[in-house]
T-cell receptor
Framework: GAVVSQHPSRVICKSGTSVKIECRSL??????MFWYRQFPKQSLMLMAT?????????EQGVEKDKFLINHASLTLSTLTVTSAHPEDSSFYIC????????????FGPGTRLLVL | QKEVEQNSGPLSVPEGAIASLNCTYS??????FFWYRQYSGKSPELIMF????GDKEDGRFTAQLNKASQYVSLLIRDSQPSDSATYLC??????????????FGTGTRLTVIP
């Protein structure tokens, strides 16, 4: 199956700093990439959808100026959490899809962010 | 009404039994249905997908789809302790263009008791 990697897998930062998370599709071209957040014991919550070369589409309630998404190529998307605060501590998961009809998304292993 | 609904569980079954996980969806036009398994602290991994009414079998897993009832289920035969995880149902709508969005249920936590 298709492989998606994320880096870093775990990050601890101080409140007020920015954190960048990379998501790469290793063996396919991800026309679309998705960013999810998952709090403990809760389901996945879609944050934003991005298509290569265009601006991301954010879900309601997600601040686009706080969560900067860049999808510069068909194999790389980045999520930057700007001025992170403790309430941003969560499990961030990206996924990629080729856009083919009925095809699913392929998930990365996730990045656990802890903001102190 | 939520797009995708699942019983949160927990669902406990003894080892060797059949585990039955259920999911309903609200959009009658949905056409693609997926089951993911998520272990604690890990990201979801795809188990099965189903597009047509009826049953689809893959090893110990069987997905069942009933579009008239807007219902999709996952059966796990000969359940093993390693099957203990949260199972997420996901649905893709027919009118999605380009974005390929999936709508996820909140997941059902399954525990297989040795």
């Amino acid at each position: 199956g298709a492989v998606v990697s994320q880096h870093p897998s775990r990050v601890i930062c101080k409140s007020g700093t920015s954190v960048k998370i990379e998501c790469r599709s290793l063996d396919f071209q991800a026309t679309t990439m998705f960013w999810y957040r998952q709090f403990p014991k809760q389901s996945l919550m879609l944050m934003a959808t991005s298509n290569e070369g265009s601006k991301a589409t954010y879900e309601q309630g997600v601040e686009k100026d706080k969560f900067l998404i860049n999808h510069a190529s068909l194999t790389l998307s980045t999520l930057t959490v700007t001025s992170a605060h403790p309430e941003d501590s969560s499990f961030y998961i990206c996924s990629g899809g080729t856009g083919a009809y009925q095809e699913t998304q392929y998930f990365g292993p996730g990045t656990r962010l802890l903001v102190l | 009404q939520k797009e995708v609904e699942q019983n949160s569980g927990p669902l406990s079954v003894p080892e060797g039994a059949i585990a039955s996980l259920n999911c309903t969806y609200s959009d009658r036009g949905s056409q693609s249905f997926f089951w993911y398994r998520q272990y604690s602290g890990k990201s979801p991994e795809l188990i099965m997908f189903i597009y047509s009414n009826g049953d689809k079998e893959d090893g110990r897993f069987t997905a069942q789809l009933n579009k008239a009832s807007q219902y999709v289920s996952l059966l796990i035969r000969d359940s093993q302790p390693s099957d203990s995880a949260t199972y997420l149902c996901a649905v893709k709508k027919a009118d999605q263009t380009g974005a390929n969005n999936l709508f996820f249920g909140t997941g059902t936590r399954l525990t297989v008791i040795p």
